[in-house]
């Protein structure tokens, strides 16, 4: 357990539904962090939170809608996705900037998402 | 060319060896570097960073650096079956930013 969890665990999805992702950190950071994992290729950073400020959008599509109300908590907003955007979508966090060992970022379990 | 690179392996050792992973990038001004191992269907796991030149040993895992060379590598010691996972190396961009390898596929057999 890392502090960082996420809701819900797998989610299937039609191409025409909306649907959330939830992460939410406990350990008092301050950087929040959505990150794509898809088979074969390596860990892509989408989006960074940093003091609730969106600090980096890695040209990500318009169909993945950020949103961080404050320090603790983050969400992905999901609408109109396409097959290829399956994938396992990971949240983290960290507290930049102090030191190296505070700019670890630690990681949440995880949402396995299908997009039928 | 990739800012991170590793062979994705597999890399085979047998139980109670020293498996070696490595790691290149291409940033040279990069200053910060993460180990992470993750498990199949599981999130990456801090396992280790380092920022000085040379060697950082914690347990049974030792991270090294050559910045000159621009490669980062992790042993790790007396390998265990449990130790088979996906290790991925990352770089730390601009305090906030990490770019990943691909990862390296390692089996441990007993």
């Known amino acids: 357990e890392t502090g960082v969890t996420q809701t819900p665990r797998h989610l299937v999805m039609g191409m025409t539904n909306k649907k959330s992702l939830k992460c939410e950190q406990h350990?008092?950071?301050?950087?929040m962090y959505w990150y794509k994992q898809s088979a074969k290729k390596p860990l892509e950073l989408m989006f960074v939170?940093?003091?609730?400020?969106?600090?980096e959008n890695n040209s990500v599509p318009s169909r993945f809608s950020p949103e961080c109300p404050n320090s603790s908590h983050l969400f992905l907003h999901l609408h109109t996705l396409q097959p290829e955007d399956s994938a396992l979508y990971l949240c983290?966090?960290?507290?930049?900037?102090?030191?190296?060992?505070?700019?670890?970022?630690?990681f949440g379990p995880g949402t396995r998402l299908t997009v039928l | 060319q990739k800012e991170v690179e590793q062979n994705s392996g597999p890399l085979s050792v047998p139980e109670g060896a020293i498996a070696s992973l490595n790691c290149t990038y291409s940033?040279?001004?990069?200053?910060?570097f993460f180990w992470y191992r993750q498990y199949s269907g599981k999130s990456p796991e801090l396992i280790m960073f380092?920022?000085?030149?040379g060697d950082k040993e914690d347990g049974r895992f030792t991270a090294q650096l050559n910045k000159a060379s621009q490669y980062v590598s992790l042993l790790i010691r007396d390998s265990q079956p449990s130790d088979s996972a996906t290790y991925l190396c990352?770089?730390?961009?601009?305090?906030?930013?990490?770019?990943f390898g691909t990862g390296t596929r390692l089996q441990v057999f007993p």
């Open positions: 939170y940093s003091l609730e400020e969106r600090v």
């Open positions: 990352a770089v730390l961009r601009d305090t906030d930013k990490l770019i």
């Open positions: 350990l008092g950071h301050n950087a």
């Open positions: 940033d040279r001004g990069s200053q910060s």
């Open positions: 983290a966090s960290s507290h930049p900037g102090l030191a190296v060992d505070t700019d670890t970022q630690y």
């Open positions: 380092i920022y000085s030149n």
